[in-house]
């Protein structure tokens, strides 16, 4: 119940998720592409990370902790009307080394939490009013320094989905690794492997070389109506 919901309502412009009184309202995953500023952001409202005996809400916050591993950003929203719990410390620890904002809400009430151990913590950090809308243009200023650069130019080239981050992570892979076997003096023909394979993902990028994987992929995203 620390605004997660409200914020996500607040930054879609509509009722998206669920708000209430009650902590443990969201349980399941709710998704949404957002315009913030000059960015497009995919967000995942989750369930609230707390110890629970509930069994379905449980399984939300497992799901809450996989995103956590697979998110680009993560926006920790803590609840400035309430002390730091042991879950909470837990969190901040996990999220040291990430690409994360941590979301200070609830500003318009008496602050109780301990600003100061978030502060040491974490790098990028906003306090706002989710409810009265008080703090999101800071939050976009810290989203637009964080992933849009004075130098780009409409022209550049944009990674447009998590196919195409794969294919060139990929062939980042085994371009290293063809250096690294190269640099050990290994045979010539583990180095010619390794870097067919990375011109392999990269044609599969550019649509030059399309597996039935791909093409699956590709038409999975769409529906064909009368």
Known sequence: NVGKSTLMNCLSGYQRSIVTDIAGTTRDIIEENVRIGELTLRLSDTAGIR????????????IAYKKIDEADLILAVFDSTSELESKDFE????????????????????????????YSNIKNIVEISAKNDEGIERLQKILEDMFLYDKSEASDGIIANERQKNCIEKALSNTIEAKTILENGEMLDAVTVMLDSAADNLMELTGEK?????????FSRFCVGK
């Open 51 to 62: 110890e629970t005996d509930d069994i379905i809400e449980s399984m939300g916050v497992d």
């Open 91 to 118: 969190i901040i620890e996990k999220l040291k080394n990430k690409n994360c904002i941590a979301v200070i809400n609830k500003i318009d009430g008496e602050a109780k939490i301990d600003k100061d151990f978030i």
């Open 210 to 218: 399309s597996s039935e994987k791909v093409i699956d992929d590709v």
